[in-house]
T-cell receptor, first 115, second 116 residues
């Protein structure tokens, strides 16, 4: 498994502002993922972030709204831009560990409230 | 069609009893993986157990076991000897080798409450 940390753990933001969430892993990983979990809902993949290439976004998510950086094999950031109350969610990063199961392990999440 | 279906929005179980959380899936990919995660109220996602589509045996991890019925496309999670700390949301997820890349598709979850 991998030890994953996220900053901030929670935040309350005003509409129209942006927030950058950091994800740090204790080992080098190829694949990192960003998920959104809206209140009372399941997890939805926002994008896959591989080091050295542009992030791959899922349908319904665009780079202008959710820019992602992946500067090295242990770190990634997700920015939620021009926020509205609909962006209030838990944002989770995950990493895939290579092996027989290719399991994804998740960070503790960032609980975002937009007023 | 939903790729992962969890039909039990909420479940109750008495402490020390066993409980089964249902999960059915839909895929035409012959190679896939099935995962169960636990999400306490704190929000973190905790990996519990994995079952590969080619695995002959049902997966087990401590008090967790996965009842894998491939022909019925079901992957139910069994928690034995329930504890109060097992109260949480449980998500079933699938990873398809060909169609989904490395993406995990999640079900809607089952809220489990363990009672004294």
């Amino acid at each position: 498994s991998a030890v994953i940390s996220q900053k901030p753990s929670r935040d309350i933001c005003q509409r129209g502002t942006s927030l950058t969430i950091q994800c740090q892993v204790d080992s080098q990983v190829t694949m990192m993922f960003w998920y959104r979990q809206q209140p009372g809902q399941s997890l939805t993949l926002i994008a896959t972030a591989n080091q050295g290439s542009e992030a791959t976004y899922e349908s319904g998510f665009v780079i202008d709204k959710f820019p992602i950086s992946r500067p090295n094999l242990t770190f990634s950031t997700l920015t939620v831009s021009n926020m509205s109350p609909e962006d209030s969610s838990i944002y989770l990063c995950s990493v895939e560990t290579q092996g027989t199961t290719d399991t994804q392990y998740f960070g503790p999440g960032t609980r975002l409230t937009v007023l | 069609a939903q790729k992962i279906t969890q039909t039990q929005p909420g479940m109750f179980v008495q402490e020390k009893e066993a409980v089964t959380l249902d999960c059915t899936y839909d895929t035409s990919d012959p190679s896939y993986g099935l995962f169960w995660y636990k999400q306490p109220s704190s929000g973190e996602m905790i990996f519990l157990i994995y079952q590969g589509s080619y695995d002959q045996q049902n997966a087990t991890e401590g008090r967790y076991s996965l009842n894998f019925q491939k022909a019925r496309k079901s992957a139910n999670l069994v928690i034995s000897a329930s504890q109060l700390g097992d109260s949480a949301m449980y998500f079933c997820a699938m990873r398809e080798e060909k169609g989904g890349g490395n993406k995990l598709t999640f079900g809607t979850g089952t809220q489990l409450k363990v009672e004294l």
